[in-house]
């Protein structure tokens, strides 16, 4: 039986941990890309490096994020460096992400990468991201726009939120590889409802493809 995820965050992660576990390949898994950001001179996919993480079982299951025993030698040396210090990234994970800028730079995309990475570390589900297009999401408060990161992480969710916006969501393309995956399940697809997948499923006509893939 193949499956498809639509899946963002720990919730997601966790249920495409034990989805993997009872079918293993037949499982696809497509993460929400819209909470990315840029930071420390590298481009982080928060939610599909955690599932990729909770899949090949090196997630810090204690705090739900992050590699499990990681130090933070590097960054702790580019927060002395003067580096921004409010988005902090483990060794490990900047590799990840290292890894991903080398791979993009050198002509490839987002979505061959994060499969690539998921195989490294022994995932036997497939983990893409949902495009290849650059889609943020912002947070409104009194004090003006935020990205979700730093809303989250500096603002520690406090203010309250006056409008949510998800930049380039309309204009969104999958992947052909993302395509692919939903178009051969033919048994099972299931939505796992966060990030811009919410939006997504609540308004398929602000994203044509998806509602046309599915």
């Not at 941990?17 to 590298?42: F, P, R």
């Not at 992050?66 to 483990?90: C, I, M, Q």
């Not at 943020?136 to 009194?142: D, K, P």
Request: hydrophobic fraction near 45%; aromatic fraction near 6%; charge should be negative.
């Amino acid at each position: 039986m193949r499956v498809v995820l639509l899946a963002g965050g720990t919730g997601g992660a966790k249920l495409a941990a034990g989805m993997q576990e009872e079918i293993g390949s037949d499982l696809a898994v497509i993460a929400n890309s819209g909470d990315d950001i840029e930071t420390l001179g590298v481009h982080v996919s928060p939610d599909p490096d955690l599932i990729t993480y909770w899949l090949s079982g090196e997630i810090d299951e204690q705090r739900g994020w992050g590699l499990r025993g990681d130090s933070f030698t590097v960054f702790e040396r580019l927060a002395k460096l003067g580096a921004t210090d409010w988005f902090r990234l483990s060794d490990r994970d900047l590799a990840t992400c290292l890894y991903r800028g080398a791979f993009v730079a050198e002509g490839g995309s987002r979505t061959v990468a994060q499969a690539q990475i998921a195989r490294a570390l022994g995932v036997t589900a497939a983990v893409l991201p949902m495009c290849e297009q650059r889609v943020r999401t912002r947070i409104r408060t009194a004090a003006g726009w935020r990205g979700l990161q730093e809303f989250l992480i500096v603002d520690r969710a406090e203010p309250e939120i006056e409008a949510i916006e998800v930049e380039g969501i309309a204009e969104l393309l999958l992947a052909r590889i993302v395509v692919g995956a939903v178009t051969l399940s033919s048994s099972a697809k299931i939505c796992c409802l966060s990030g811009s997948f919410s939006g997504a499923a609540s308004n398929t006509k602000s994203t044509p493809c998806i509602a046309d893939a599915i």
